[in-house]
Nanobody
């Protein structure tokens, strides 16, 4: 059983940056990718980015392409999401999850973390 714990959220001004972390425990050998998702109040969960656990291949949704960067540190089983040029519409609870396929379709992922709140406001 894989467990994921997100951290790094907080309050940031528009145009600012944050780096989120997703620490994985347990064996990830049967999985292909770890992804980042977010959910704003009243909205569906949205896929943002994923990274291949073994090959490091990456995918970005159009909403974050060019602003967010996903990376991994296999030595510590941690996946990061560097978020730059943040906008008020990026405000949401951010989650990480693990899946056996690529892409960012939420039903393909499981072992969801508890989430970390990101608020972009002046």
């Amino acid at each position: 059983q894989v467990q994921l714990v997100e951290s790094g959220g907080g309050l940031v001004q528009p145009g600012g940056s944050l780096r989120l972390s997703c620490a994985a425990s347990g064996s990830t050998s049967n999985y292909y990718a770890i992804g980042w998702f977010r959910q704003a109040p009243g909205k569906e969960r949205e896929g943002l980015s994923c990274i291949g656990i073994t090959d490091g291949s990456t995918y970005y949704a159009d909403a974050v392409k060019g602003r967010f960067t996903i990376s991994r540190d296999n030595a510590t089983n941690t996946v990061y999401l560097q978020m730059n040029s943040l906008k008020p519409e990026d405000t949401a609870v951010y989650y990480c999850a693990i899946g056996r396929v690529g892409g960012v379709y939420p039903p393909d992922f499981g072992s969801w973390g508890q989430g970390t709140q990101v608020t972009v406001s002046s």
